[in-house]
Structure formats: structure tokens, C-alpha cells
Nanobody
Framework: QVQLVESGGGLVQAGGSLRLSCAAS????????MGWYRQAPGKQRELVAA???????NYADSVKGRFIISRDNAKNTLYLQMNSLKPEDTAVYYC???????????WGQGTQVTVSS
């Protein structure tokens, strides 16, 4: 059973920074894709950033140059450094892992990020 636990959300003023963490437990194996998604009220969940086991990354256009996704494979932990935050970044942020060997997809419970103007 895979469990993902996010932390690091909160309230921040526009222009500020936050760092999200996602600790994974269970059999996520070494070959996987980890990512951060977000969902704002009344909107669909959207991909923010993703990183594969080898380290290649992908970002939504709206966060390029401001957010950095990284992972510590030894600790099974995923990070999202969010800089120059904007009010439109306000959302619940979810951690996701796709375990390729198991053809399975797992989600964390979400952490609220609120950016005030």
C-alpha cells in the first residue's frame, strides 16, 4: 500500500515563497513518475509539475521560472519550491505518484496554499 503525505502549505503574501513536501511510503519502486497537481475552487485539477526517476522535469506554462520540482529518491520524498507566488496560485496542491511496474496511480490528501494580494 502506497501512502503520500503532503506538508508545507499555508498562507503567504503575493511575491512570497513556500516549499511543499510529499513523503511517500510503501512500494513505489525506483521507476516512477512523481508530480504535483492543484485544484482551485470551481476548476479542474491541473498538472503543476512532474519529475521522472531519472530527473527529467515538466512544468505547466503558468509556473515555469517560478516553481522548481525535485525529489530525493533515498528518502522517497518529493518537493515543490514555489517562488514569486501569485494569488492565482491559490489552490489545494496534491502529490501524485505513478508506479509504472504496478500500473498504479496514487494521490495524497492535499495541502492548501493560499496567496493573498
Amino acid at each position: 500500500q502506497v501512502q503520500l503525505v503532503e506538508s508545507g502549505g499555508g498562507l503567504v503574501q503575493a511575491g512570497g515563497s513556500l516549499r511543499l513536501s510529499c513523503a511517500a511510503s510503501g512500494s513505489i519502486f525506483s521507476n516512477n513518475v512523481m508530480g504535483w497537481y492543484r485544484q482551485a475552487p470551481g476548476k479542474q485539477r491541473e498538472l503543476v509539475a512532474a519529475i521522472i526517476s531519472g530527473g527529467s522535469t515538466n512544468y505547466a506554462d503558468s509556473v515555469k521560472g517560478r516553481f522548481i520540482i525535485s525529489r530525493d529518491n533515498a528518502k522517497n520524498t518529493l518537493y515543490l519550491q514555489m517562488n514569486s507566488l501569485k494569488p492565482e496560485d491559490t489552490a489545494v496542491y496534491y502529490c501524485n505518484v505513478v508506479v509504472i511496474a504496478l500500473k498504479s496511480n496514487y494521490w495524497g490528501q492535499g495541502t492548501q496554499v493560499t496567496v493573498s494580494s
